[in-house]
């Protein structure tokens, strides 16, 4: 009986298969923490804005978004000093580059876009935007 010297192509196969999967689950956990953690504070910003938007089209008073030190407010738009309550980002590297928007009370509330980045890295951005007619995405 013959001993087998090299392996079959079965067994390079499998081999092969176990390594791509594995190299595959690497690239998906080496995501940037800084994109992810970015990403949830566009997708809830998203949420807010939607809610005041609906809120000032209910009430019939603009309202107004405003980047604050380590988050953001949204308040009356006619109004020059508030007592609203500022609204943390989940991730203390987040900032915004926009420094406010306004919400009209009418369906229509023209182009508006807000430029989200990582102190961490200012190469990582996202910006929340809309067209004015369809909801707040992020891109």
């Known amino acids: 009986m013959r001993r087998q010297k090299a392996f079959t192509l079965i067994e390079l196969l499998v081999v092969l298969t176990i390594v791509a999967f594995a190299s595959g689950m690497v690239v998906l956990s080496m995501r940037s923490s800084g ?3 970015l990403t949830q ?3 809830r910003l998203i949420a807010h804005l ?5 809120l000032a089209r209910m009430q019939g008073t603009p309202l107004r978004w405003r ?3 380590k988050g953001f407010v949204i308040e009356p738009a006619l109004l020059s000093a ?8 989940l ?5 915004s580059i ?7 009370s009418e369906p229509l509330i ?3 876009e807000i430029t989200l980045t990582d102190a961490s890295n200012n190469q990582v951005r996202m910006r929340v935007k809309t067209d004015g007619l369809g909801p707040f995405i992020r891109q």
């Open 82 to 89: 508030s007592n609203a309550q500022a609204i943390p980002w």
């Open 50 to 54: 939607e809610a005041a938007r609906a």
């Open 67 to 69: 980047s604050v030190e």
């Open 35 to 37: 994109t992810a953690q």
């Open 41 to 43: 504070d566009a997708d």
């Open 110 to 112: 023209g182009s508006q």
């Open 98 to 104: 926009t420094p406010s928007i306004f919400l009209s």
């Open 91 to 95: 991730s203390v590297n987040t900032q």
